[in-house]
């Protein structure tokens, strides 16, 4: 979304809802912009995600309304949200660096140790999610981030394209189908998904898996390819991915890696995964770095 009338500039003879003022941007998003901003009753620095006002449906909106009904540990705490003139305001708690910045600064790579607390935090924060309903269906890393000022705190971020997949009130997981819509971050979609398969859990892991693996190797097999166009993109991602075997994917990095990837990608469509196990893989291989020590 072009904003071509400054959110910036907008706001910058008013305070939002009388007490926000918006210091500097800090990203852009599909859905607007976030800034950090000020309460300057209590001089305390928060998140200001800002959507300009349309005619459909609000992602903002309905990213606030599942924050709070999701509401836990590792996920943002939502101050307050509402409208100001053409604009929809999310306020939350200030975070810090996401973990894709933080593998830019490390050189693109993480060590074995980093990455198994990430992957052991990721995992908890996803079964989180799903334990309440919902998926996220864009796990990335720039979703990622760490706590402020607790930096060994992760947080699992952005649920603008977060939807329900099994009925709170039955129980009833949604059926198996095929859809034009695609929803995530190109570079992590799970096989099903660039199937054009609706997304389910074993999508939001295998998406992780995939992070994992970017995250210790610093690539993955089709993350350095330019294209074009999305579709140019989705094609050979899909014409990759059904070629490339889990042990050719994950050759030479830890066993538990592959493990990891083989468990996600036998899950049928609506299976309940075992997260305590994929946990126990990454935990199992931070102990063999101790034992080494």
């Not at 939002?16 to 918006?22: A, D, Q, V």
């Not at 409208?83 to 894709?100: A, D, P, V």
């Not at 971020?157 to 819509?181: C, V």
Request: include cysteine.
């Amino acid at each position: 979304m072009k904003m071509k009338n400054n959110i910036k500039m907008a706001f910058k003879s008013k305070l939002i809802f009388g007490k926000y003022s918006l210091k500097y941007l800090i990203s852009k998003g599909s859905f607007g912009e976030v800034y950090l901003g000020t309460n300057v009753l209590d001089n305390k620095d928060y998140a200001i995600k800002i959507e300009k006002s349309s005619k459909g449906q609000s992602l903002l909106k309905e990213e606030a309304y599942i924050l709070l009904f999701l509401k836990g540990p590792g996920l943002p705490n939502v101050i307050t949200f509402g409208i100001s003139g053409r604009y929809h305001i999310l306020i939350e708690n200030l975070l810090g660096k996401s973990i894709y910045n933080i593998w830019i600064e490390k050189g693109k790579k993480f060590n074995l140790k980093d990455t198994c607390m990430f992957a052991i935090q990721a995992l908890e924060r996803v079964e989180y999610v799903h334990s309440k309903n919902y998926l996220h269906r864009d796990i990335k890393p720039g979703n990622f981030l760490v706590g402020n000022p607790d930096s060994s705190q992760i947080y699992l971020i952005d649920f603008g394209n977060a939807r329900k997949y099994r009925s709170s009130r039955t129980g009833k997981h949604l059926t198996y189908y095929k859809t034009n819509t695609i929803f995530g971050t190109i570079l992590f979609l799970s096989l099903n998904v660039l199937k054009g398969i609706e997304q389910t859990r074993k999508d939001d892991l295998e998406s992780l898996g995939l992070i994992i693996i970017y995250l210790y190797t610093g690539q993955l097999p089709w993350s350095e390819l330019k294209f074009k166009t999305i579709n140019q993109a989705l094609y050979t991602f899909f014409d990759i991915r059904q070629k490339i075997s889990i042990e050719e994917l994950c050759k030479g990095i830890p066993i538990e890696m592959m493990v990891y990837m083989k468990y996600v990608n036998d899950l049928k469509f609506e299976e309940n995964p075992d997260y305590d196990y994929l946990k126990t893989l990454f935990f199992n291989s931070f102990k063999k770095i101790r034992r080494k020590k």
